[in-house]
């Protein structure tokens, strides 16, 4: 770890490990600070994100802020948030949606990366993907069963496990209303704690 951190983001956004498996070319999408006080680890950017180089910067992102209770300038501010996907380039789409993110992406960057975020006062895990890197054996048999465990992931390691913020999850909000009942204001007391720490 001898880079400065501004190195290694440029070596990030440089990164063309998995060049031969992304449909639409590398195109590394993150944001980080040695100063961030949440940092978001997600699975991979969509589409638009990898057409815009802006992480969450869709429909998933809309809501995402929503749920957080941040507002487009708090959330783009890399001194306050650090948004760290499991892959940060667009993996391609599949039968379902977009494809896993790449299995280099993580492994290559993550150790390097998330020992520097030293401010982070809470971590979110965004998906499946996110929560298997992050949460590993101590989380549930389906995200539905880690997500209902959040309090004790949230008390452990202070990591909040959450469901993507995709519109194609609304069936499964409107199938787990304590989601917005009891998860949702613990969250955003907790990022505004984090936030103004």
């Given amino acids: 770890m001898s880079d400065s951190f ?23 999408v993150l944001q ?9 680890v997600s699975q ?11 992480p969450f910067n869709d429909p998933s992102g ?3 802020r929503d749920w957080l209770g941040i507002d487009k300038a708090a959330f783009y501010d890399p001194e306050r948030v650090a ?17 896993p993110p790449r299995p280099e992406c993580a492994p290559q960057w993550h150790p390097q990366l998330l020992p520097r975020l030293k401010q982070v006062q809470l971590t979110l895990a965004i998906g499946q993907y996110a929560q298997a890197g992050l949460l590993k054996e101590a989380r549930g048999a389906t995200l539905t069963d880690t997500v209902r465990d959040w309090r004790r992931h ?3 390691r202070a990591i909040l496990p959450l469901p993507h913020p995709s519109p194609r999850n609304r069936l499964w909000l409107a199938r787990n209303p304590w ?19």
Avoid: W, Y
């Avoid at 983001?9 to 195109?27: K, T, V």
């Fill in 154 to 156: 949230l008390d452990a």
């Fill in 62 to 64: 809309d809501r995402l």
């Fill in 44 to 54: 991979a950017p969509g589409r638009k994100v990898h057409e815009t180089g802006i």
């Fill in 83 to 99: 948004i760290v996907p499991m892959g940060f380039c667009f993996p391609g789409t599949g039968k379902s949606g977009d494809l």
């Fill in 179 to 197: 989601f917005e009942q009891d998860l949702l204001p613990e969250l955003q007391r907790r990022v505004a704690a984090a936030l103004n720490a």
């Fill in 6 to 28: 501004d190195a290694l983001m440029a070596r990030i956004r440089a990164c063309r490990i998995c060049e031969a498996f992304l449909p639409l070319g590398p195109r590394p």
């Fill in 32 to 40: 980080a600070s040695p100063r961030s006080r949440l940092l978001i």
